[in-house]
């Protein structure tokens, strides 16, 4: 029973977290018309890490040698996934942003088999085509030419699919505390930042962040998207496995093209809400081989052969 509640916990933190992110896509969008996109990642995780570190103090003082090496790992995935990401947006809708990052579902149980030696199955590959197939109607133009944005989005979807197969691992099987290890990747996420930060975007005028328009969107990415979010899904994926993590996860593709519409007025065309359909339904035959189906039809034939014999 207890267990249970454990599996129940972690998928309620889980759906929490997409909400979150959901949301993160609208302020990241916004952000990006004040800051240049790697100064935005070095100050949203420099300033989630302190906060997080305030509300979680006794965390941090007993952090070992061994889980600060594995936060600098996750940190590292974290802010190449980051990087593509935010500088795909630039030049793409948060909306298709949304969908096309959720591609690391159909990555992530190719590339835990790759540590774990257990085969995904026929049904990820097919479900791999099918992604292609979605990926192509959402973001190839008419002259089938894919802009940068969407091509840089789909990168960082490689880079977040690293990140949750390492996450699994290390909270699983290294046993390590989930709170200290969000504290710790966001610090060398935003010191990786800080460090390319001058070489990519240049100078940087830090005065523009007290204004109205760049305050509110960056305190949302920091506390809810980026604290708030990370801590979730540490969380849950201690008791999760990483598929079905995966699967919960991409459900931020769906409230980042809710909130999209909501919030800045995109819309997508036929063609791209079948792309989006059929990435969706890449994702769930990925991680569910739509079993869920098979069982209520055995339990609907199993009511059946009673009242029969009644």
């Known amino acids: 029973m207890q267990e249970r509640l454990k599996k129940l916990f972690a998928g309620i933190s889980l759906l929490a977290a997409t909400i979150l992110w959901g949301g993160g896509f609208v302020a990241v969008k916004d952000s990006l018309e004040i800051l240049p996109p790697i100064y935005l990642i070095a100050i949203r995780f420099i300033a989630a890490a302190i906060f997080l570190s305030i509300v979680f103090f006794r965390n941090i003082i007993r952090v070992r040698r061994g889980i600060i090496k594995r936060g600098f790992v996750l940190a590292l995935f974290l802010f190449m996934a980051y990087v593509f990401q935010t500088i795909g947006l630039l030049s793409t809708t948060a909306g298709k942003n949304a969908f096309l990052t959720t591609v690391y579902v159909i990555l992530v149980p190719i590339i835990a088999w790759a540590f774990s030696k257990r085969n995904p199955g026929v049904h990820v590959f097919i479900a791999a085509l099918i992604a292609i197939a979605g990926i192509g109607l959402l973001s190839l133009n008419d002259d089938?030419?894919?802009?940068?944005?969407?091509?840089?989005?789909?990168?960082?979807?490689?880079?977040?699919?690293?990140?949750?197969?390492?996450?699994?691992?290390?909270?699983?099987?290294?046993?390590?505390?989930?709170?200290?290890?969000?504290?710790?990747?966001?610090?060398?996420?935003?010191?990786?930042?800080?460090?390319?930060?001058?070489?990519?975007?240049?100078?940087?005028?830090?005065?523009?962040?007290?204004?109205?328009?760049?305050?509110?969107?960056?305190?949302?990415?920091?506390?809810?998207?980026?604290?708030?979010?990370?801590?979730?899904?540490?969380?849950?994926?201690?008791?999760?496995?990483?598929?079905?993590?995966?699967?919960?996860?991409?459900?931020?593709?769906?409230?980042?093209?809710?909130?999209?519409?909501?919030?800045?007025?995109?819309?997508?065309?036929?063609?791209?809400?079948?792309?989006?359909?059929?990435?969706?339904?890449?994702?769930?035959?990925?991680?569910?081989?739509?079993?869920?189906?098979?069982?209520?039809?055995?339990?609907?034939?199993?009511?059946?052969?009673?009242?029969?014999?009644?």
């Not at 800045?264 to 035959?285: H, K, T």
């Not at 052969?305 to 009644?310: P, V």
């Open 144 to 310: 089938f030419y894919m802009g940068i944005g969407d091509g840089l989005t789909i990168v960082c979807g490689f880079w977040f699919a690293l990140h949750m197969v390492f996450i699994a691992r290390f909270t699983q099987d290294s046993g390590d505390d989930p709170i200290a290890l969000t504290i710790l990747q966001m610090f060398f996420c935003s010191v990786f930042a800080w460090i390319m930060a001058p070489f990519y975007d240049g100078a940087f005028d830090f005065s523009s962040l007290l204004t109205k328009q760049a305050l509110f969107p960056m305190a949302y990415l920091i506390v809810f998207s980026s604290g708030v979010a990370f801590l979730l899904q540490n969380v849950g994926q201690k008791y999760t496995s990483p598929g079905t993590a995966a699967l919960l996860l991409s459900l931020e593709s769906v409230f980042g093209a809710f909130f999209s519409a909501l919030l800045l007025d995109e819309s997508l065309n036929p063609r791209m809400i079948a792309g989006c359909s059929l990435l969706l339904f890449a994702i769930v035959l990925s991680e569910t081989k739509f079993s869920f189906i098979r069982n209520i039809k055995n339990i609907r034939n199993i009511k059946f052969r009673k009242k029969i014999k009644l």
